[in-house]
């Protein structure tokens, strides 16, 4: 059958666009009238004028939308009041006005500051009422709440105070003219005069004592989750304090921060699969950036010897716990330096980062399976521990390992196979020297790292971009930084030699010609840098997002970033089109 043939038996549903059957359209329909007419019920009931939303708890989302649509409607069309102002002249935020008013002594209990006049605005999260002519409501705003105590002997036209306080809900936007006060119980409050409507808010709250439970709400509604949970804003308040503090401490050792390139034609700097994307004006594709790296490296050839970048970078893998296809990253470059200063910083910088965010202690807890599971009690205070990785494999396989300057080859290769196997260490394939150390390396160390601790040692097969150790022949000057068993940073003595930088990036063409899609390209315009000149240099990068799961006590990747990535919505009531269409979130993403 024809595709006009099926699309002259769909019909568009009115309300949401979508084409279905006329089965299912008469369906929706009589469902749609009978909950207008339960919403009429409700409306039409008699209600005593001091609980106007009495009726409203027996109300199911939809019916509740519906009937505060059709009040909020009402109002647009009478202007009495205007529920969507222009403007409210706040004169004070909460926060100050609990740190002006809210000291002990200041306001005594039951009595209010005559001749301060305050205006305040925020998020209603509860209302209580007691009699027509008094009502509490909780204000919330930038992390804190303070009381509203609405009495009709305040209010500035009293007649109208109850018809005045019938309009506000749960999760509206107010604006509060009134004097600081403190109710009989010695509460800090403020007791209005005015009282307006700034945006009212259409959906039903989540109860303020369970909260809003359910994770995937959470995530792809996190202006909900931001709205009833402080934990959450506590959580993306101290991510925005990590940036803060990496930034200022870079910039007082003298570093510029920079910004690199999101696209380009070579996806370097990193062993990970990148992300393809087109641009349409040069027909070109091009890959987002899994490492801003090589740009970085660049930049210090042409002088500026100390250079960081704080960004998003992406790559196309798997998503976990631990792992998101998009996150930030901090990478500096410091000329004359190299894998041991960067320890060293790192130490400070983590140290310091730590006490700055806990009160002056070093030691931070961190459950891995969530509140109620194990526990980890990591200690940030230098030094840290750090484990050689050969001598390390060695010490917990019980085997010898072929001499380093051998562990490319193909009698290693077998070798690291063999151990594999003889340990039920898991490697797919391409199972290449670099992937199958790599396991070995997750089986037997990073548990070891619960505190923050260095693994040195690795073998050049792993590290393109490092810088051969200068006493250690086949092993590199690198350290990747593990705590909790997880890495959340890496740092080279930077390769500077031409040539064999180009040896390196041609044994990396070889592993991705072997299926290896994270393996890098060989990037000329970077060689020809290298040509150029660049100093003995340190780079180091490190994950933010995981670092703040440390630091926050976040289990999953996804409690950490705001708009995290989401498989889309399955739309079940549109299956008798031809092609499903997934619904995605309001901010788009998927």
């Given at each position: ?48 004028p001091s609980n106007p939303s009495q009726n409203e708890d027996d109300l199911n989302p939809n019916q509740y939308f519906e009937l505060r649509s059709r009040a909020i409607l009402k109002l647009k069309e009478t202007q009495s009041p205007n529920p969507y102002p222009h ?77 005045t306080h019938n309009v506000f809900r749960r999760g509206d936007i107010v604006g509060v003219i009134g004097k600081p006060s403190r109710s009989q119980k010695g509460e800090l409050s403020i007791s209005p005069s005015k009282m307006v409507l700034l945006a009212p808010n ?51 050792l003298g570093f510029l921060e920079v910004e690199t390139p999101m696209m380009s034609m070579i996806a370097g700097g990193a062993t990970a699969k990148p992300f393809i994307t087109h641009h349409n004006d040069l027909n070109l594709d091009l890959y987002l950036r899994v ?300």
């Amino acid at each position: 059958m024809s595709e006009e043939t099926n699309a002259v038996k769909l019909h568009k549903d009115p309300v949401t666009g979508e084409l279905i059957s006329k089965t299912e359209l008469k369906r929706r329909e009589k469902q749609r009238d009978k909950e207008a007419r339960k919403v009429e019920r409700v409306a039409a009931s008699p209600q005593p004028p001091s609980n106007p939303s009495q009726n409203e708890d027996d109300l199911n989302p939809n019916q509740y939308f519906e009937l505060r649509s059709r009040a909020i409607l009402k109002l647009k069309e009478t202007q009495s009041p205007n529920p969507y102002p222009h403007k409210f002249e706040v004169t004070k935020s909460i926060t100050a006005f609990i740190e002006e008013y809210g000291a002990e002594g200041r306001i005594r209990p039951g009595e209010k500051l005559e001749g301060v006049i305050v205006a305040l605005a925020g998020r209603i999260r509860t209302v209580r009422n007691s009699g027509p002519k008094l009502r509490f409501y909780d204000l919330h705003g930038e992390g804190t709440r303070v009381q509203i105590l609405a009495n009709a002997k305040d209010a500035e036209n009293q007649e109208d105070f109850v018809e005045t306080h019938n309009v506000f809900r749960r999760g509206d936007i107010v604006g509060v003219i009134g004097k600081p006060s403190r109710s009989q119980k010695g509460e800090l409050s403020i007791s209005p005069s005015k009282m307006v409507l700034l945006a009212p808010n259409l959906h039903q709250l989540p109860s303020g004592h369970f909260g809003l439970k359910d994770q995937e709400t959470r995530y792809r509604k996190r202006y909900l989750d931001l709205i009833v949970s402080e934990d959450t804003r506590r959580i993306f308040i101290t991510r925005a304090k990590v940036i803060n503090y990496i930034r200022t401490y870079l910039n007082n050792l003298g570093f510029l921060e920079v910004e690199t390139p999101m696209m380009s034609m070579i996806a370097g700097g990193a062993t990970a699969k990148p992300f393809i994307t087109h641009h349409n004006d040069l027909n070109l594709d091009l890959y987002l950036r899994v490492a801003p790296e090589l740009y970085l490296k660049e930049l210090t050839v042409g002088g500026f010897d100390r250079v960081f970048e704080i960004g998003r970078v992406f790559r196309n893998e798997g998503i976990d716990l631990t792992h998101n296809p998009e996150f930030t990253i901090c990478e500096f470059y410091m000329a004359y330096a190299d894998m041991y200063d960067l320890m060293d910083i790192t130490e400070n910088m983590l140290e310091g980062m730590v006490k700055y965010l806990n009160k002056g202690s070093t030691v931070v807890k961190f459950h891995p399976e969530g509140k109620d599971g194990k526990e980890y009690v990591m200690d940030f205070k230098a030094p840290w521990p750090r484990y050689d990785m050969i001598e390390t494999l060695e010490e917990k396989t019980g085997t010898k390992f072929p001499p380093a300057d051998t562990l490319h080859t193909e009698k290693a290769n077998k070798f690291l196979r063999d151990l594999c196997q003889k340990h039920n260490v898991e490697c797919s394939e391409p199972r290449t020297n670099a992937r199958l150390l790599d396991k070995l390396v997750g089986e037997f160390i990073e548990p070891l790292c619960i505190s923050p601790a260095f693994i040195v040692g690795h073998p050049q097969v792993m590290s393109p971009l490092a810088k051969w150790h200068r006493s250690r022949p086949g092993l590199c000057e690198r350290f990747e930084g593990f705590m909790c068993g997880k890495e959340f940073c890496n740092a080279y003595t930077e390769l500077n030699d031409p040539f064999e930088q180009r040896l390196r990036f041609e044994e990396q063409s070889r592993q991705k010609e072997q299926g290896d899609d994270e393996a890098q390209a060989i990037d000329e315009t970077f060689v020809n840098a290298l040509e150029h000149g660049l100093p003995p240099t340190g780079g180091w990068g490190m994950g933010i997002d995981r670092l703040v799961m440390f630091l926050t006590d976040s289990p999953n990747i996804k409690e950490v970033l705001l708009f995290p990535a989401m498989k889309p919505i399955e739309n079940v009531t549109n299956v008798s089109t031809a092609v499903p269409v997934p619904t995605l979130a309001a901010s788009g993403q998927v």
